[in-house]
């Protein structure tokens, strides 16, 4: 009985996230915004358009994250390391929240192609959790990798002008890059090359149609 319910309570867990992430507004931080008492500079009409472009990149970057780990919570077995996972996982969900928060200021919207990304890395994410907790781990950390070099990317392709969605994609990038080393130093397998060029080419097709979609 006390499984059943169990069970019961896991299914509306994974529901109430997958709503939380997928809502537009529904997430909500755990930690104050990054960008509390930044001010923007001056932004033409263009210049913000291209930084809610960059911003709905970084969100749903985050709507795939929270994906990734639920699809490895479902089936990984991650003894040691759950408590850690869903540290990262709420950590992602600051990030979220954040860069939703900011593509409402920039007056601008969440992708429409994120629930068809969220399944998509939900399912990559349940099968590096079936493979293995090493293989899940080393997933966390090549993923987390990827996002560095991306944020580092944008953060030099956000206007001058645009400081606010800077103050948060610095906070992002500082907690990536924990997750990361925190995913290798619990055993994550390091990926061979030819299977991070494979992800990198993947997220140039999320990048590329999420900046306008
Ligand atoms: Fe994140
Ligand atoms: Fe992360």
């Known amino acids: 009985m006390s499984r059943q319910l169990s069970r019961t309570d896991n299914l509306i867990q994974q529901f109430d996230t997958i709503l939380r992430t997928l809502v537009p507004h529904a997430a909500s931080a755990s930690r104050a915004n990054p960008a509390v008492g930044t001010q923007d500079a001056e932004m033409t009409d263009a210049e913000r358009r291209h930084a809610a472009g960059l911003m709905r990149i970084n ?54 192609l994120n629930p068809a990304f969220y399944a998509a890395s939900f399912g990559m994410g349940a099968l590096a959790g079936k493979l293995g907790d090493n293989i899940s781990l080393g997933f966390v950390a090549a993923t987390e990798e990827q996002v560095g070099r991306h944020l580092d990317d944008h953060m030099h392709k956000l206007p001058v002008g645009d400081r606010r969605s800077r103050a948060i994609l610095e906070q992002v990038r500082t907690d990536e890059a924990h997750h990361e080393r925190w995913a290798l130093e619990a055993g994550g397998s390091r990926f061979p090359a030819p299977l991070k060029f494979g992800m990198r080419m993947m997220s140039q097709v999320m990048t590329r149609s999420v900046y306008k979609l």
């Open 59 to 112: 969100h749903t970057g985050e709507v795939c994250a929270q994906a990734l780990y639920q699809g490895q919570g479902a089936t990984a077995k991650l003894h040691e390391t759950r408590e850690q996972m869903e540290q990262a996982a709420a950590e992602e969900i600051d990030h979220l929240a954040w860069c939703d928060e900011r593509l409402c200021e920039l007056n601008d919207r969440t992708s429409y």
